[in-house]
């Protein structure tokens, strides 16, 4: 009994085991498990990502740090939308007729809101493009335009999106556009907002329309016949939606610091745990981007919360990186546990799972006094090989706090074949890179959080991540320098987030943007993007049609090179 006390001081004090492979591959399988759904932001997927990450911190014994004594910071990541009891879509003349919503028609999710009295007009496919113009031989100005779904056997152009169909509609002055399709689309699947009333319509219910007038919908798109006419059928259009938040969540854990003198600092520990999200039926698991780094932290919470450090730790988990570094953004405005100007440093692992005998790369070594030395001290210790980086900025979360005069350190194994891709998976991890990756950070952790604060300094603008127009070798496929925004399931391609220095910024792209079209092939989703940039090289200068707030617009962008 005398003994128990010294016994227990001796444990108490002990360093506590590093992270090991397994206990990392765990943690990345069980982010990326089926039902993870690729942890998409304000996704269901990307909220049991969340429980799970508060459920290991809780079982590590932090505090929580998010908002009212939860885990959990929340944030607004976007809004859905749902069809509003004023909806109506009706013939007005030549005799009253109602359509039922959601069973024979259907308003768009990016439609505007209002109602609209006017002819309806049908107008073939609805398409204006490479020398074929449904348009050509009626105006539709200030009418309603009728247009078949698909596309025309003959037409060169590639298969044209519903999103090209709204551009032409509103490009000839047409007050609105309805697409006659067999199977009505869900409003989420047709959230890309164009500045035009729309909907869909059944070919039925378009007969109903056109009782009485000798025609039908048939007869209109017939072969040889599928050209425009002008029905003489009045109808009104009422779109209405309802908008509603979407939230996802920052998770958060404190350790609060044992010194009195330094507690009120603290270092941040971070990693982003969201991804892509799905895109139909195809998941992104995000093993590596960003599970690994995920792990690690998860990892290190686990191991330091045995030992307290001097000053306080916080182990920040980020939701909205893929989407434009919401999540950290929004922690850096509004901190949940110390302010800004009292945190000492933050360390950001992001693709930590694909080390693979390659030399770590360390960045941000000169934001910060002391931190070169303080780097390459740890690297020798835990054995890795390092490729040290003065800048601070870059395309993932540390960027937030470097801007806001924190010092940062960006760990990161290297790039891949699979990065965003779906083939990004558990078991192509390096689980035992993971863990030398884990003991490197362990010990900038332990020495940051005891030693002296280091002095923010700006540091070096980070290197383009771009190749020359000329290179045209082709060697890792060509870059366009965007992250997809999947949380919808949007048709076009809804950007999250732009690579600073790339192709895409340099087209004049912004995040919220909708890809359209790309050179000679409508994109429908992330996917037709996809194989469109892996047929390309760098350096090919192609056409671009993207909508931003509902208008669509025309750039060229030159390819850079896969970094």
């Given at each position: ?20 492979a397994?206990?990392?591959?765990a ?8 039902e ?9 997927g990307?909220d ?25 910071q929340?944030?607004p ?14 013939r ?7 359509l ?17 009295t ?11 493009m ?5 348009y050509?031989?009626?105006?539709v ?19 044209p999106?519903?999103?090209?169909k ?25 959230g ?24 039908s919908?048939?007869?209109l798109?017939?072969a040889?016949a599928a050209?425009s ?5 009045e ?34 520990i971070g ?17 590596d ?5 995920t792990?690690v ?10 030992v307290p ?23 850096v405005?509004?901190p949940?546990t110390?302010?800004?100007e009292?945190?000492a ?9 694909r ?6 790369r360390v ?34 979360d540390?960027?937030?706090?470097h801007?806001?005069g924190?010092?940062v ?38 020495r940051m959080a ?7 300094a ?5 290197a383009?991540r771009?190749a ?11 870059f366009?320098?965007?992250s997809?925004?999947l949380?919808?399931?949007w048709d ?7 690579v ?6 340099r087209?004049g ?10 050179a ?5 989703g992330f ?9 390309r090289?760098?350096?090919d200068?192609?056409g671009?049609?993207?909508l931003?707030?509902?208008e669509?617009?025309q ?9």
């Amino acid at each position: 009994m005398l003994l128990l006390p010294l016994l227990l001081a001796t444990q108490a004090t002990s360093t506590p085991a590093s992270p090991d492979a397994a206990e990392l591959q765990a943690h990345v399988v069980a982010l990326t498990a089926p039902e993870m759904e690729g942890r998409g932001s304000g996704t269901p997927g990307g909220d049991r990502a969340a429980r799970y990450i508060a459920g290991a911190l809780r079982q590590a014994g932090l505090r929580p740090g998010g908002d009212g004594g939860t885990f959990f910071q929340e944030f607004p990541v976007g809004v859905t939308r749902s069809v509003g009891p004023g909806s109506r879509l009706e013939r007005v003349r030549p005799a009253p007729r109602a359509l039922a919503t959601g069973r024979e028609w259907a308003p768009h999710g990016g439609s505007t809101t209002g109602e609209v009295t006017a002819e309806m007009v049908f107008v073939g496919h609805g398409l204006s493009m490479a020398g074929h113009d449904d348009y050509a031989a009626v105006d539709v100005r200030g009418r309603i335009a009728l247009a078949l779904g698909g596309a025309p056997p003959a037409l060169a152009a590639g298969t044209p999106s519903r999103l090209e169909k709204l551009i032409a509609a509103r490009r000839a002055g047409a007050r609105a556009l309805l697409i006659a399709e067999d199977a009505l689309p869900g409003i989420a699947a047709t959230g890309a907002p164009v500045a035009l009333l729309s909907g869909s319509i059944t070919p039925a219910a378009v007969d109903g329309l056109l009782t009485g007038t000798g025609r039908s919908l048939a007869e209109l798109s017939a072969a040889g016949a599928a050209r425009s006419v002008a029905t003489g059928v009045e109808v009104r259009l009422r779109v209405d939606l309802a908008r509603e938040e979407r939230r996802a969540a920052n998770v958060i854990g404190v350790l609060p610091g044992a010194d009195p003198a330094l507690a009120a600092e603290a270092v941040v520990i971070g990693a982003h745990y969201d991804h892509l999200g799905r895109d139909g039926a195809t998941v992104y698991h995000g093993a590596d981007d960003n599970a690994s780094g995920t792990a690690v932290v998860l990892g290190l919470a686990r191991m330091l919360a045995t030992v307290p450090a001097p000053r306080t730790l916080v182990f920040a988990l980020f939701s909205g990186e893929e989407i434009g570094l919401v999540g950290s953004a929004h922690h850096v405005r509004h901190p949940s546990t110390v302010p800004v100007e009292r945190m000492a440093a933050m360390l950001n692992l992001d693709m930590v799972g694909r080390l693979e005998g390659r030399r770590l790369r360390v960045g941000g070594v000169d934001t910060g006094s002391g931190l070169r030395e303080l780097v390459a001290a740890a690297g020798r210790e835990a054995g890795l090989d390092l490729d040290v980086r003065g800048a601070g900025g870059g395309p993932s979360d540390h960027a937030r706090f470097h801007a806001a005069g924190v010092p940062v350190l960006f760990l990161h194994s290297g790039s891949h074949a699979d990065y965003h891709r779906p083939s990004d998976t558990a078991d192509k991890i390096d689980s035992a890179g993971m863990a030398k990756i884990a003991r490197l950070t362990a010990l900038l952790v332990e020495r940051m959080a005891a030693g002296p604060r280091p002095v923010f300094a700006r540091g070096p603008s980070p290197a383009p991540r771009t190749a020359s127009a000329d290179d045209r070798s082709g060697a890792g496929g060509a870059f366009l320098g965007i992250s997809p925004d999947l949380r919808a399931g949007w048709d076009g391609v809804r950007l999250g987030s732009i690579v600073p220095g790339s192709a895409a910024e340099r087209a004049g792209l912004r995040a919220g943007d909708v890809l359209v079209r790309l050179a000679d092939t409508g994109l429908r989703g992330f996917n037709d993007l996809r194989e469109q940039l892996a047929r390309r090289r760098p350096g090919d200068v192609l056409g671009l049609v993207y909508l931003r707030d509902g208008e669509d617009h025309q750039a060229s962008v030159t390819l850079d090179a896969r970094p």
